[in-house]
């Protein structure tokens, strides 16, 4: 499996600071992309050169940038051109998730930063990845990170409820590919692809689930799960795929996960 062909070309990954965000940016500077990763929190992006031969290194940069706020990413995009001459390639893998129910009082705030990052973050993003490609008549190719959430609704009695996560995640499903229908009709070169993953283990868990560490472990004990490399290599996957074959749906799930 190679990507050979987008080597030296420009990837921007957002939500890149941990989890399927940081090992994706790991394996695309490793396959010679020029790549860009994006988060608030930048130090945590600057810690992995560590992972990367001094070759690869020159490959991978940090910039801070929340996609929750509008205006920070039309300046970070903006700024990501003018430095690096444009955009070939975006994952857009930041995500917010609350276990607040709906039917929790005061919950408003909580709901409209997870639309604000998951639904309103890949659109602004890709609208400026978008504007990237057609400055330069360029070939390009967008995936969303979605989510098994974004297809079903599985029903656990012991597990905290999932909140709007879902319906942010289905709502990623129909802009797939509504994205898929506007590039054909503008006539762009763009691959969409939505990657849509079971239960992966990342702080995540910890973060929302405000688990120890030995809970965390006994958790992933009980429920079969993927690790952030496993999505990285399917976008690998991805992006070697020739120019005539588009993948518009991957949904990858671990062994013997039952819903």
């Given at each position: 499996m190679t990507i050979s062909r987008w080597s030296g070309r420009v990837a921007v990954v957002t939500g890149a600071s941990a989890g399927i965000g940081a090992a994706t940016a790991i394996e695309l500077a490793k396959n010679g992309l020029i790549t860009i990763g994006l988060a608030r929190r930048?130090?945590?992006?600057?810690?992995?050169?560590?992972?990367?031969?001094?070759?690869?290194?020159?490959?991978?940069?940090?910039?801070?940038?929340?996609?929750?706020?509008?205006?920070?990413?039309?300046?970070?995009?903006?700024?990501?051109?003018?430095?690096?001459?444009?955009i070939d390639v975006?994952?857009?893998?930041?995500?917010?998730?609350?276990?607040?129910?709906l039917i929790d009082l005061e919950n408003s705030s909580e709901f409209q930063k997870v639309?604000?990052?998951?639904?309103?973050?890949?659109?602004?993003?890709?609208?400026?990845?978008?504007?990237?490609?057609?400055?330069r008549n360029a070939e390009g190719h967008v995936i969303h990170i979605n989510s098994i959430l974004?297809?079903?609704?599985?029903?656990?009695?012991?597990?905290?409820?999932?909140?709007?996560?879902?319906?942010?995640k289905?709502?990623?499903?129909a802009l797939a590919e509504q994205h898929r229908q506007e590039?054909?009709?503008?006539?762009?070169?763009?691959?969409?692809?939505?990657?849509?993953?079971?239960?992966?283990?990342?702080?995540?868990?910890?973060?929302?689930?405000?688990l120890s560490k030995e809970q965390i472990e006994k958790y992933l004990e009980k429920y079969p799960h993927l690790l952030p490399k496993d999505i990285a290599d399917a976008i690998?996957?991805?992006?070697?795929?020739?120019?005539?074959?588009?993948?518009?749906?991957?949904?990858?799930?671990?062994?013997?996960?039952s819903s």
């Amino acid at each position: 499996m190679t990507i050979s062909r987008w080597s030296g070309r420009v990837a921007v990954v957002t939500g890149a600071s941990a989890g399927i965000g940081a090992a994706t940016a790991i394996e695309l500077a490793k396959n010679g992309l020029i790549t860009i990763g994006l988060a608030r929190r930048v130090e945590k992006i600057e810690e992995l050169r560590s992972q990367l031969t001094s070759d690869q290194q020159k490959n991978f940069h940090a910039m801070k940038c929340d996609v929750s706020v509008e205006a920070e990413i039309v300046r970070t995009f903006s700024d990501i051109v003018k430095k690096f001459g444009g955009i070939d390639v975006l994952i857009n893998n930041a995500a917010f998730m609350t276990l607040t129910k709906l039917i929790d009082l005061e919950n408003s705030s909580e709901f409209q930063k997870v639309f604000e990052v998951n639904v309103f973050g890949v659109i602004n993003c890709t609208r400026e990845f978008v504007k990237s490609i057609r400055e330069r008549n360029a070939e390009g190719h967008v995936i969303h990170i979605n989510s098994i959430l974004g297809h079903v609704m599985p029903f656990y009695l012991e597990h905290p409820t999932f909140g709007v996560y879902s319906a942010s995640k289905f709502a990623v499903t129909a802009l797939a590919e509504q994205h898929r229908q506007e590039f054909i009709k503008e006539k762009l070169n763009i691959k969409v692809t939505s990657l849509s993953p079971g239960f992966v283990a990342t702080e995540m868990l910890g973060n929302i689930m405000k688990l120890s560490k030995e809970q965390i472990e006994k958790y992933l004990e009980k429920y079969p799960h993927l690790l952030p490399k496993d999505i990285a290599d399917a976008i690998i996957y991805l992006l070697s795929t020739p120019q005539n074959v588009l993948v518009t749906e991957l949904t990858i799930r671990p062994m013997n996960e039952s819903s």
